[in-house]
C-alpha cells in the first residue's frame, strides 16, 4: 500500500518536448511537494502546496507548472525540455497544519533529455 | 566515524563502529528537523525527527542532537552496520517549507 506514489518511474525525452510527472499520496496530508535532485545527490525544493494552494515557488522556470486538482494529487508538467532539466524528481506530502509530521517520499521519477 | 565541518561529501566507517553525521541549518526560525537516509535508486526515508523544544532525541541505534546556538545538528549511528550504507540528509522546517542540507554518504566498511 504505497503512501506516495509517482509515475513514470523513467522518462526518457527528447529537448524541446512537455512532459508531465503525476504523483498521489494516501496519506490524508494537507501538504505536497515537488524537489529535484541533482547528480550531487543535493535536493532542492521546487514547489510546495498546502490544500490544493500554491505555497512556496522556488525560482523555478516558468516552463515548469505544478497543478494540485485535490489535496491527494500534485503532478508537475514540463514544457520545452532542456538538457539542465535532467535529474531525479521526488514528490513529497506531510502534514503542516497542527503537530507537524515528517515529510514522506516517493520513488522518484528519472528525467533523462536528450 | 565522524563527519566534520559544514558539509563533509563521504563518511567511511568499520562495521560496529559509531558514526557521527553532522550537519549544519541555516534558519533560526526553523522548529522542526529530520534525519532522512537515502538508498540507492530509492527516495529519502525517515530516520528521526526533532523539534525545536528538545536538545536530544533517541530512536532505535540512532541518536538526533540539536544545538541551536550554533544552528547544528547530528545523527549518531550506534554499532554501524552494513545496511546504513546510503546517503544521509538533514533536513529544517520553517513554514511550509522543508529544505534540506547536502547529503553526507556513509559507507561502511566490512
Known amino acids: ?114 | 566515524g565522524e563527519s566534520v565541518g559544514l558539509h563533509l561529501p563521504t563518511l567511511s566507517v568499520q562495521e560496529g563502529d559509531n558514526s557521527i553525521i553532522n550537519c549544519a541549518y541555516s534558519n533560526s526560525a526553523s522548529d522542526y528537523f529530520i534525519w532522512y537516509k537515502q538508498e540507492s535508486g530509492k527516495g529519502p526515508q525517515f530516520i528521526i525527527d526533532i523539534r525545536s523544544n528538545m536538545d536530544k532525541r533517541q530512536g532505535q541505534r540512532v541518536t538526533v542532537l540539536l544545538n541551536k546556538t550554533v544552528k547544528h545538528l547530528s545523527l549518531q549511528i550506534a554499532a554501524t552496520q552494513p545496511g546504513d550504507s546510503a546517503v544521509y540528509f538533514c533536513a529544517e522546517k520553517n513554514d511550509y517549507k522543508l529544505s534540506f542540507g547536502a547529503g553526507t554518504t556513509v559507507t561502511v566498511r566490512a
Open chain 1, 1 to 114: 500500500d504505497t503512501a506516495v506514489s509517482q509515475t513514470p518511474k523513467y522518462l526518457v525525452t527528447q529537448m524541446g518536448n512537455d512532459k508531465s510527472i503525476k504523483c498521489e499520496q494516501n496519506l490524508g496530508h494537507d501538504t505536497m511537494y515537488w524537489y529535484k535532485q541533482d547528480s550531487k545527490k543535493f535536493l532542492k525544493i521546487m514547489f510546495s502546496y498546502n490544500n490544493k494552494e500554491l505555497i512556496i515557488n522556488e525560482t523555478v522556470p516558468n516552463r515548469f507548472s505544478p497543478k494540485s486538482p485535490d489535496k491527494a494529487h500534485l503532478n508537475l508538467h514540463i514544457n520545452s525540455l532542456e538538457l539542465g532539466d535532467s535529474a531525479v524528481y521526488f514528490c513529497a506530502s506531510s502534514q503542516m497544519g497542527g503537530m507537524n509530521t515528517e515529510a514522506f517520499f516517493g520513488q522518484g521519477t528519472r528525467l533523462t533529455v536528450v
